[in-house]
């Protein structure tokens, strides 16, 4: 009589799928491969480019950059995520991370002046100011833009760095060319009625909307004022998905005016892999609020 073959039990590779590739997915596969991770990553990007940040992402053993390849549809009952061009992901937790987009068409010339979406905004336009500072030898005064709650975030910045800001709620035509020699070539704005104001530097704080669609479209539950919903531990409303960067709203704000996208990461990482080993979550102290 032969002996029983061996049986041997193998486990699945646990599957992450990050749905945008933005810097808050960039954060949260930075933070998944610090925690060694054991598992894969799929980055489904919308840009058919391949900048350095993802390129360096892309060469990491367990991450797959699908670039090109926006996700479309989310089959939340099947735990699967198709592609635009028809590809399909299954996955064991989703992170949603598609980001926002500006309300408004952006104004003409705003490449050559300062703005201001998220937390992460404000140490470059501290920089920025220091720089201009410098230069002047003054106190610089400012040329704010912009009505919400983005707005009002850019002008405590810009008060804490001793700007003299001047906010302006009327949208600009335009935003005037300057001469500084720093690089930052945005002095002035132009309105529609030919008036304008000018100063030593212009900040755009615009109203943004939360990238959704995708969110919606399985039955995840958003804000009134956009945003996929998340709790304190950065999970939706349907098992399995989460939601990063922009893209989530806690307690209906967007989630880069409330915490910074390496912070947010760490956190949100924290959360993913307790759920990858199967324990439950910490209660004790928050994710988000721990974050913050």
């Known amino acids: 009589m032969s002996a029983p073959a061996p049986t041997t039990t193998t486990t699945a590779a646990p599957r992450i799928v990050i749905a945008g590739a933005g810097p808050a997915a960039q954060a949260l596969v930075r933070q998944l491969d610090l925690a060694r991770f054991a598992g894969t990553i799929t980055v489904l990007s919308s840009r058919d480019d391949a900048p350095e940040d993802l390129l360096e992402l892309a060469l990491l053993p367990q991450v797959s950059v699908r670039f090109g390849q926006p996700a479309s549809h989310i089959d939340a009952a099947h735990r699967t995520v198709t592609t635009a061009d028809g590809m399909e992901f299954a996955y064991d937790h989703l992170v949603i991370a598609t980001g926002s987009a500006p309300v408004a068409a952006p104004v003409e010339g705003a490449e050559q ?12 336009i501290a920089e920025a100011v220091g720089a201009v500072t410098r230069e002047l030898g003054r106190r610089p005064l400012g040329i704010l833009v912009g009505t919400g709650a983005a707005a009002g975030q850019a002008e405590a910045v810009l008060r804490a760095r001793g700007v003299r800001p001047v906010r302006t709620t009327a949208r600009p035509a335009a935003v005037v060319p300057g001469t500084s020699a720093f690089g930052l070539a945005a002095s002035a ?23 959704d669609g995708l969110a919606a479209g399985a039955g995840l539950r958003t804000a009134a004022t956009g945003g996929i919903v998340i709790s304190q531990d950065f999970r939706t409303s349907v098992p399995g998905i989460w939601a990063i960067g922009d893209a989530a709203a806690f307690d209906g704000v967007r989630l880069g005016l409330l915490v910074a ?11 993913l892999l307790t759920a990858v080993a ?11 609020q721990a974050a913050a």
Do not use: H, N
């Not at 996208?261 to 959360?271: E, I, N, R």
């Not at 199967?278 to 988000?288: D, N, Q, S, T």
């Open 278 to 288: 199967g324990a439950a979550p910490a209660v004790a102290a928050p994710a988000l």
């Open 113 to 124: 002046c300062l703005s201001y979406s998220t937390i992460d905004d404000a140490a470059p």
């Open 189 to 211: 704005v132009i309105f529609e009625d030919g008036s304008s104001m000018s100063g030593d530097l212009v900040v755009l704080a615009e109203d943004r909307v939360s990238l």
């Open 261 to 271: 996208a390496a912070s947010a990461a760490g956190a949100c990482a924290t959360q």
